[in-house]
């Protein structure tokens, strides 16, 4: 009889239970949908910083044509496209910068960098990181072409 008793008075447990670990599993499956977002960001900025970086270490003399390359790998415009030659910002209709270019030849590095703010979507999440995320690439490459000028 007692043992009865006590399955009575237990008849709601596994309900609640249930109740607080689907809060928790919820709570883990919004941070991997938002970690998954980020990541494909991610890679996504990659890619279109090594595609930028790959054609200005072929033609390096044109600026607005690397940021155009890099931005039509990108999803959107919200992006900050940066490319410098040797450590020297270049100039581009994009970021109306007047640095001009210099020594945009063979053996010099090439920089194409990219900065965006990831907007985190799940609430929960956004408690602990901000409702953004910022995130930056910056992919170097070696200018292939063409042919520094020896003489000084």
Request: charged residues 20%; hydrophobic residues 40%.
């Amino acid at each position: 009889m007692k043992h009865r008793l006590n399955q009575r008075n237990e008849k709601g447990q596994s309900l609640v239970e249930l109740a607080l670990i689907i809060v928790f599993v919820l709570i883990i499956l919004a941070g991997v949908v938002d970690l998954g977002r980020m990541m494909y960001e991610y890679l996504t900025m990659r890619d279109a910083a090594q595609e930028g970086a790959g054609y200005a270490a072929i033609y390096p003399n044109y600026c607005d044509e690397t940021v155009n390359r890099v931005m039509q790998n990108l999803p959107d415009e919200n992006y900050a496209v940066l490319v410098s030659i040797n450590g020297i910002g270049c100039k581009s209709a994009a970021t109306s910068d007047e640095v001009s270019l210099v020594n945009g030849c063979a053996g010099k590095e090439v920089i194409v960098a990219l900065d965006h703010d990831f907007t985190v979507t799940m609430p929960l999440i956004s408690v602990f990181t901000g409702p953004t995320v910022p995130m930056h690439v910056e992919i170097k490459d070696n200018i292939v072409r063409p042919k520094c000028d020896s003489s000084p």
